[in-house]
């Protein structure tokens, strides 16, 4: 726990770390109020259906919204960010120095990724809250009736989806964790990342039903899924956005991030880093 939160403080005040959340908050929040601007044009313009951006800025299904471009975002700029900050345990020779401090190389590894952990998940609450306030924002814009966000039933539903958003960021944190510390690189790191996230965008339309199959279950789609978030409705009836049932995906998504910081923290542990 002391590891822990020696790390908070050592990530949480560099520069990096304030500038993705920057750039997350700043994206969000820009494409809600494009939705209001977008809406007041397909009225203008007629023969467009607007539901689809009714759902983005008018409660219930701004929350889903907002959850869904806040976890796209944090999601892929957190895989960046921890690439690169894993990358520095090497690189500075932070991680030589705690081991020869005596630190446990397992609990370093493991304890190191909690601190990132955290503040990712405050990064996603930030942005969630920008979000919804841009909501507001792009309603006003829109000329829509942004609905009651505070009744107390759809507080409970959205609080769960959001503790869900928080393990399924954690989960998928942890590729870009994972491979950073096996290779010791953080262009390593960055270039897996960035190749799985290409692959899993384009690959399923290319591929045979059956790799379409695994790609459900591989850490980009199945965290998605694990959120258990309603998608904009279709013909004016709510969908849901999983592809997998929620709770199974849910369970997956812990079973790949257990599974990743135990390839991390074994790889750190048969390394040589002494010297």
Known sequence: ?????????????????????????????????????????????????????????????????????????????????????????????????????????????????????????????????AGVIA??????????????????????RISLELIRCAVALISLGSVGYAVTMVAKSQMAGIGTVIGYFLASLIGPAFLPDFVKEIFKYLPFSISSDAIGMQ??????????ASLVDPNTALLITVAWLVGLLAVAAVSVERTEIAG
Do not use: C
């Open 1 to 129: 726990m002391t590891l822990a939160l020696v790390g908070v403080r050592k990530f949480w005040t560099r520069s990096a770390t304030i500038v993705s959340l920057v750039v997350a908050v700043l994206l969000v929040s820009l494409l809600i109020v494009l939705e209001g601007v977008g809406y007041r044009q397909a009225i203008a313009q007629g023969g467009v259906d607007p539901s689809s951006i009714e759902w983005v800025l008018t409660f219930p299904g701004a929350f889903d919204a907002v959850i869904a471009l806040t976890f796209s975002f944090i999601g892929i700029i957190s895989l960046i960010y921890i690439a690169t900050a894993a990358g520095t345990e090497w690189s500075w020779g932070t991680l030589k120095v705690a081991v020869a401090r005596g630190q446990s190389r397992w609990k370093y590894t493991v304890s190191t990724y909690a601190s990132m952990a955290v503040i990712m998940v405050l990064g996603l609450v930030i942005t969630f809250i």
């Open 135 to 156: 909501v507001f924002l792009g309603a006003s814009i829109a000329g829509l009736q942004v609905g009651n966000p505070f009744d107390a039933a759809l507080l409970g």
């Open 231 to 240: 998608g904009p409705p279709v013909h004016g009836v709510s969908s849901s």
